[in-house]
């Protein structure tokens, strides 16, 4: 996206819709924990396989991450995301159809998160395109706001909305409503896309290859492998890890709400700061300890103080991955090369991360109980703190030269807000 893309828009008109395409990038993960019990007893599947659910989603954002820098750059980015939301609008009304057959519980799965794919990678080069450089990381905040706050509703309200509309596939299909509107208010900013497009036809010739070369890139895929690994698994297993303990279903789907509750809030916070700090590595680090006590905590005392767990699991994690993003946009030069570099990253990130949890449904059945998946949860914080160490501040950014990726010359330090 150029940034004058949307020029024609109110700033509003775009923020809004940039708050409600996000706030559907996480829902289809969200809504599913706290109905996993009642999910695996009807349909009669194992831990991993109710893994598959979350991994499902995952593995489309990483495998078709460059997929969808490639729609973007033929389509428009805005046009793009649009697309991206009406996959998912389709995906969730798959899922939700016929809670009896197990085919389109993991077909809508699928479809959804292939729209999440599309929708996900573009968002960072939309939010450089429409916010200035010293209020990126605020606009990455407002995005993770509104990902991680419907992902609390989505994980508090789930069991509830299933007693109110006939089970567990109910309380699923509802989410498309959320879908149908956020794909209303980005028409407009299709639209005004469009024209902008056809009035000024985009004449950049700048590479639009992933950044392989890049060391810069290779670690910020590496940290957000680790990160995702660590969030995917945490959702997927927090919720059937205290229900396996005798709690109820509802207040697991309550402590799941203070888990992505914690989120919303370091989510918004973290980015922001990131405005004001030129080394992330500080606020990297903190992020990370903080997850890492939470799982530790879930891992050795679990019934000590599982509010507390939530909460630093929440706010560590959320951090961590807005911090990630906001370094997506720190890290590259233009709109374009914050899209290739979102694409290699969340290519790479997504598709390792994509096998937690799964792997972590598979420990918890080989062993017959949840410590062990919390203790491998809390060990992959430290090869993340060992990649945070090598992000330094006057790393290479993406775009900087002509030819950056690959000999390092004309080194352009990421501006210090």
């Known amino acids: 996206m150029s940034t004058t893309e949307t020029r024609t828009l109110p700033p509003w008109t775009v923020v809004v819709g940039i708050v409600l395409v996000a706030a559907n990038l996480r829902t289809l993960m969200a809504s599913l924990p706290p109905l996993a019990e009642a999910v695996r007893s009807d349909l009669g599947l194992s831990n991993a396989w109710m893994g598959v659910l979350t991994t499902l989603p995952v593995l489309c954002m990483g495998l078709l991450a460059p997929v969808a820098n490639q729609v973007g750059r033929r389509l428009g980015p805005s046009t793009a995301v649009g697309c991206g939301v009406g996959l998912v609008l389709v995906g969730l009304a798959v899922r939700g159809a016929d809670g009896g057959v197990v085919w389109a519980l993991y077909a809508g799965t699928f479809v959804a998160g292939a729209g999440i794919a599309l929708a996900g990678t573009l968002l960072p080069g939309i939010v450089k395109a429409v916010f200035p450089a010293h209020r990126a990381g605020f606009g990455t905040g407002v995005t993770m706001m509104a990902m991680m706050g419907f992902a609390g509703v989505a994980s508090a309200t789930s069991v509830p909305l299933a007693g109110v509309l006939g089970g567990w596939s109910g309380s699923l299909l509802s989410w498309v409503v959320l879908a149908g509107v956020a794909l209303v208010?980005?028409?407009?900013?299709?639209?005004?896309?469009?024209?902008?497009?056809?009035?000024?036809?985009?004449?950049?010739?700048?590479?639009?290859?992933?950044?392989?070369?890049?060391?810069?890139?290779?670690?910020?895929?590496?940290?957000?492998?680790?990160?995702?690994?660590?969030?995917?698994?945490?959702?997927?297993?927090?919720?059937?890890?205290?229900?396996?303990?005798?709690?109820?279903?509802?207040?697991?789907?309550?402590?799941?709400?203070?888990?992505?509750?914690?989120?919303?809030?370091?989510?918004?916070?973290?980015?922001?700061?990131?405005?004001?700090?030129?080394?992330?590595?500080?606020?990297?680090?903190?992020?990370?300890?903080?997850?890492?006590?939470?799982?530790?905590?879930?891992?050795?005392?679990?019934?000590?103080?599982?509010?507390?767990?939530?909460?630093?699991?929440?706010?560590?994690?959320?951090?961590?991955?807005?911090?990630?993003?906001?370094?997506?946009?720190?890290?590259?030069?233009?709109?374009?090369?914050?899209?290739?570099?979102?694409?290699?990253?969340?290519?790479?990130?997504?598709?390792?991360?994509?096998?937690?949890?799964a792997t972590m449904g598979a420990v918890r059945d080989a062993t017959g109980s949840y410590p062990a998946l919390w203790a491998v949860l809390a060990a992959m914080a430290l090869p993340q703190l060992l990649l945070i160490s090598r992000l330094r501040p006057d790393a290479v950014r993406v775009g900087a030269s002509p030819h950056p990726d690959l000999t390092g010359a004309g080194r352009q330090r990421p501006a210090a807000s």
Not at 276 to 284: A, C, E, G, Q
Not at 329 to 346: E, K
């Open 185 to 357: 208010a980005w028409v407009p900013v299709t639209v005004a896309a469009r024209r902008r497009r056809a009035a000024f036809p985009d004449t950049d010739t700048g590479s639009h290859a992933l950044p392989w070369g890049s060391t810069t890139a290779w670690l910020l895929a590496g940290y957000l492998a680790c990160q995702s690994w660590q969030f995917y698994s945490s959702l997927a297993w927090l919720a059937p890890s205290y229900e396996a303990s005798g709690w109820t279903a509802r207040d697991a789907g309550l402590l799941m709400s203070v888990f992505t509750g914690a989120q919303l809030v370091s989510g918004l916070v973290a980015p922001t700061l990131l405005d004001r700090v030129r080394d992330p590595r500080v606020l990297l680090v903190g992020a990370s300890v903080l997850g890492g006590l939470g799982e530790i905590g879930v891992w050795l005392a679990p019934d000590g103080a599982p509010w507390a767990w939530a909460l630093l699991l929440g706010a560590g994690q959320g951090a961590c991955f807005a911090l990630g993003l906001g370094l997506l946009v720190r890290y590259s030069t233009t709109a374009r090369d914050s899209a290739r570099l979102t694409a290699m990253a969340f290519l790479v990130s997504y598709t390792v991360a994509s096998a937690g949890p």
